[in-house]
């Protein structure tokens, strides 16, 4: 995911103190020392634009990203406010180039060139200033978006369920995931990538942190994330039942998440019954994670959903417009 390439987001200071270092460079090389101000001063407003675009063509375009990333994103932060933070950045790139020349008249023309250039450029510093909390905003998202798992198009099970009833301890022993396994809920508290290779085939299973059966207005942003990968990149879902009870919660009510999941969303539900070791569930097949028995038959009843990997998408940046 191309979230993992977005570079480090300068605060307001940052991105003066390179323009003007920049600038100052430019400087020593020009001859002609009457035109230095004026100089100086549009070569600070053309380095805050070209820095600021730099920063929004970083960020990947929201509306393009596969839907996964884009709900995630969306529960993580809000792509309203994100919008929000990438238009101000805009905003202060688009004023400084559009102000930088009025900035640079107004030196040429004033008495007193070198008072006339520290305005212009306490201007452009200023306006620079106004968005520092966008910047830093920003900065927060992008530390976090690229450490998303990497998702890839090719045959993918989610493992869904209440939480504390085993998806963690499955995922550990098909794949090269290796979350924490806990006698805690909500112990996976984001979705987490295994892959695994049988022969020629390769695909990847997702763990999701439990989600409880309530109204989706009503779920927090953890069980949203979750919620989010098993509408968005299941092939088909294992949902994993605890009918022990040993989780916390009655089977009653993971048999409604249950029915809910398994009527609302598109793809095979395969239910399988854990801890069997403890109890078992008529009508379901059963596994132990904990002992690491019937797992072997889940994984088989899994592949008969097995298909090819799809195309790789591109990925699409921001374009900048004025
Ligand atoms: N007796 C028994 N305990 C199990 C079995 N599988 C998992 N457990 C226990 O159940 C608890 C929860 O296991 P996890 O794998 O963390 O469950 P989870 O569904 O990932 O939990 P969350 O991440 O909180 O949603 C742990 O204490 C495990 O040791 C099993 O087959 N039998
Ligand atoms: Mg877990």
New binding site residues.
């Given amino acids: 995911m191309e979230f993992e390439k977005i570079p480090t987001v300068p605060t307001a200071d940052e991105v003066l103190d390179r323009c003007f270092r920049r600038a100052a460079a430019k400087m020593k090389l020009k001859a002609n020392k009457d035109r230095a101000n004026q100089d100086f001063v549009r070569a600070v407003s053309h380095s805050i634009h070209d820095r600021l675009v730099h920063v929004i063509q970083t960020f990947p375009e929201f509306e393009t990203l596969p839907p996964f990333y884009r709900e995630t994103v969306d529960i993580l932060y809000g792509i309203p406010r994100l919008k929000k933070a990438l238009g101000a950045v805009g905003w202060a790139a688009r004023w400084s180039r559009l102000h930088g020349p009025d900035l640079i008249y107004e030196t040429r023309k004033g008495g007193d060139p070198l008072a006339a250039r520290k305005k212009a450029v306490a201007r452009l510093a200023s306006v620079v200033h106004q968005i520092d909390s966008e910047l830093r905003f920003l900065n927060e998202v992008r530390n976090v978006v690229r450490k998303l798992p990497h998702v890839e198009d090719i045959f993918t099970v989610v493992i869904a369920?209440?939480?504390?009833?085993?998806?963690?301890?499955?995922i550990r022993l098909v794949s090269t995931a290796d979350?924490?396994?806990?006698?805690?809920?909500?112990?996976?508290k984001g979705v987490i990538v295994g892959h695994r290779v049988d022969g020629r085939k390769r695909m990847q299973f997702i763990?999701t942190?439990?989600v409880l059966d309530r109204l989706p207005e009503e779920r927090n942003p953890i069980e949203r994330q979750a919620m989010a990968a098993i509408t968005n990149i299941a092939d088909v879902i294992l949902f994993?039942l605890d009918p022990?009870e040993?989780?916390g919660f009655p089977l009653e009510d993971q048999m409604k998440l249950y029915e809910e999941i398994a009527g609302t969303i598109d793809v095979p539900v395969v239910a399988v019954a854990?801890?069997?070791?403890?109890k078992s569930l008529e009508g379901y097949p059963s596994?132990?994670?904990?002992?690491n028995s019937g797992v072997d038959e889940v994984l088989l009843t899994l592949m008969e959903y097995w298909r090819e990997p799809g195309p790789v998408e591109e990925p699409v940046t921001y374009p900048v417009t004025y």
């Fill in positions: 369920g209440y939480p504390n009833v085993g998806k963690s301890s499955f979350p924490e396994v806990a006698s805690y809920p909500f112990t996976t763990d942190p439990g994993i022990s040993h989780c854990n801890k069997s070791d403890i596994m132990s994670t904990g002992q």
